[in-house]
């Protein structure tokens, strides 16, 4: 019989959207989450009693730098077609790939 155990709890603040509208591109954009999920630590640390820690935590998504589709990669060995660890979203993350597999 499976019996499930809760532990590791924590909270987690989301903050809206609109306040990173500025960011051009996504490391902007990266930088200014980072820069006002810190401001929301230091907000809980001060404010809430008994708080000794809060952690920033995120997610994360791979994608494309060129197509900016999700990342995937051949992961099957045995492929003829591809080679492992190959892009497989589109040309150019495939043409990166063999220029730099080629050095």
């Known amino acids: 019989m499976k019996i499930n155990i809760n ?3 924590r909270v987690v603040v989301y903050v809206d959207d609109p ?4 960011a051009k591109d996504q490391d902007g954009k990266n930088l200014m ?3 006002d999920a810190n401001k929301v630590r230091s907000n809980i ?7 000794t820690d809060a952690t ?3 997610d ?3 994608i494309c730098s060129h197509c900016g589709n999700a990342w995937e990669v051949n992961e099957d060995p ?3 077609e591809w080679e492992l660890g190959m892009p497989m979203c589109c040309e150019d993350a495939i043409k990166e790939f063999e220029l730099a597999s080629s050095d």
């Open 7 to 9: 532990d590791n709890y």
């Open 19 to 22: 306040l990173f509208l500025g």
């Open 33 to 35: 989450y980072l820069r």
């Open 45 to 51: 640390l001060r404010h809430v009693d008994g708080a």
């Open 56 to 58: 920033i935590e995120c």
């Open 60 to 62: 994360t998504t791979e």
């Open 78 to 80: 045995n492929d003829k």
